[in-house]
C-alpha cells in the first residue's frame, strides 16, 4: 500500500495559464475524490469518480475546471485559464466502497498546492 | 445545506494536559454522518473516527474519546494526555444519507492545536 500520491506537490503559475494535477489512488480503490482547500479553511468538495464515471459534481466546478479518470485508475483535473482565486491546496482521496458500504473510508494523498500569480 | 462549526481556531496546550476540541453541525436530514479527520503538517488528511446519527453511544480510543449530544448537535472530540505529536489541525466534517457514503463531506473550518513541550 503506497497511500494516494499527487503531482506535482506545488505549481505557480501566472494567470490565465493551463495547469494539470495528477492523482494515483490507492491500486483496488474504486471511488476517487478531489476537494480544495484554501487557507484556513476545511477542504472542499469538487467531485468524485466511482470508476472511470463522474458522478457527482459540486458547483464549485466552474466550466473551467474538468477532471476526468479514463481507465478507472489515475485521475486528472485540469484548470483552464487560471485565477489568482483558484490558488488553493487541491487534495485526491480515494476509497474502496460499494453502493451498498456502510463503512467508506477515504484515504488522502498530500495535495497539490496551486499558486496564481 | 448542512454546515459544520468548529469555533476554535487555534488552540494551544501543555504536554499531557487534557484538550477537547468543540464542533457544533447543523442538518435538517435525520440520517447523517459525522467523522473527525487530523491534518498534520505533511498535509494528509487522516481519518480518526465516523459516527452514524443513530448511535449516540460516546467512543474511546486510547487516548481519544469523542462525545455526541444530538440534543445539542454536537460531536466533541478530547484527547488526553496530549502529546508533541498530536499537535495538527483537526477538522470535523458531515455527510448525509443511510449508506454511511463518505460522499460529498462538507468539512468544518479546523481546529489547530499546538502541544507544547
Known amino acids: 500500500d503506497t497511500g494516494v500520491s499527487q503531482d506535482p506537490r506545488h505549481k505557480i503559475t501566472k494567470r490565465g495559464q493551463n495547469v494539470t494535477f495528477r492523482c494515483d489512488p490507492i491500486?483496488?480503490?474504486?471511488?476517487l475524490y478531489w476537494y480544495r482547500q484554501t487557507l484556513g479553511q476545511g477542504p472542499e468538495f469538487l467531485t468524485y469518480f466511482q470508476n472511470e464515471a463522474q458522478l457527482e459534481k459540486s458547483r464549485l466546478l466552474s466550466d473551467r475546471f474538468s477532471a476526468e479518470r479514463p481507465k478507472g485508475s489515475f485521475s486528472t483535473l485540469e484548470i483552464q485559464r487560471t485565477e489568482q482565486g483558484d490558488s488553493a491546496m487541491y487534495l485526491c482521496?480515494?476509497?474502496?466502497?460499494?453502493?451498498?458500504?456502510?463503512?467508506?473510508?477515504?484515504?488522502f494523498g498530500s495535495g497539490t498546492q496551486l499558486s496564481v500569480l | 445545506a448542512q454546515k459544520v462549526t468548529q469555533a476554535q481556531t487555534e488552540i494551544s496546550v501543555v504536554e499531557k494536559e487534557d484538550v477537547t476540541l468543540d464542533c457544533v453541525y447543523e442538518t435538517r436530514d435525520t440520517t447523517y454522518y459525522l467523522f473527525w479527520y487530523k491534518q498534520p503538517p505533511s498535509g494528509e488528511l487522516v481519518f480518526l473516527i465516523r459516527r452514524n446519527s443513530f448511535d449516540e453511544q460516546n467512543e474511546i480510543s486510547g487516548r481519544y474519546s469523542w462525545n455526541f449530544q444530538k440534543s445539542t448537535s454536537s460531536f466533541n472530540f478530547t484527547i488526553t494526555a496530549s502529546q508533541v505529536v498530536d499537535s495538527a489541525v483537526y477538522f470535523c466534517?458531515?455527510?448525509?444519507?443511510?449508506?454511511?457514503?463518505?460522499?460529498?463531506?462538507?468539512f468544518g473550518s479546523g481546529t489547530q492545536l499546538t502541544v507544547l513541550p
Open positions: 491500486s483496488e480503490h474504486n471511488r
Open positions: 482521496a480515494s476509497s474502496l466502497a460499494w453502493p451498498a458500504a456502510t463503512n467508506e473510508k477515504l484515504f
Open positions: 466534517a458531515l455527510t448525509l444519507g443511510h449508506s454511511g457514503s463518505a460522499r460529498q463531506l462538507t
